[in-house]
């Protein structure tokens, strides 16, 4: 009988262990100033633009995907991510990116786009016409 309690406490401090764990783990912070990014060294959420101007580049050898993204200050950083290019990477409006500033660049380790959805181009069309 007593090792029943023995075996159940350990479990509970197992459980607290991994959510307390988790939790901090967890602690995404949101940016949008890019110069607050390169300031940061945990993992964050960066929301920007694809700078089209500077197209992006595959590297197929290793597998990386890699552009630059700017903010609404227009400061710009390159964003490299190890994996392939979104499908719909080049009708986005806006990029969010997950991932930390290191040497220089944005290691994303996630990439979401954000494309025109077909309402708005409804909605911008009845606008104009009324």
């Known amino acids: 009988m007593n090792n029943k309690y023995i075996f159940g406490g350990f479990i509970i401090v197992v459980f607290f262990g991994i959510m307390g764990y988790l ?3 967890t602690n995404i912070k949101y940016e949008e100033d890019f110069a607050q990014i390169e300031e940061s060294s945990g993992t964050i959420k960066a929301t920007g633009s694809w700078v089209k ?3 992006y580049q595959i590297d197929k050898q290793k597998q990386l995907f890699s552009f630059y993204m700017k903010d609404y200050n227009g400061k710009e ?4 991510y190890k994996g392939a290019i979104p499908n719909n990477f080049e009708s986005s409006t806006s990029v969010v990116v997950t991932g930390k500033y290191q040497n220089g660049n ?3 380790s996630d990439i979401l786009t954000k494309c ?3 309402y708005e181009t409804e ?4 606008q104009k016409a009324s």
Do not use: M, W
């Open 77 to 80: 950083i390159k964003v490299v």
């Open 53 to 55: 101007e500077k197209n």
């Open 23 to 25: 939790l901090t783990e």
């Open 116 to 118: 025109p959805s077909k």
């Open 123 to 126: 909605y911008e069309a009845t």
């Open 106 to 108: 944005f290691q994303a």
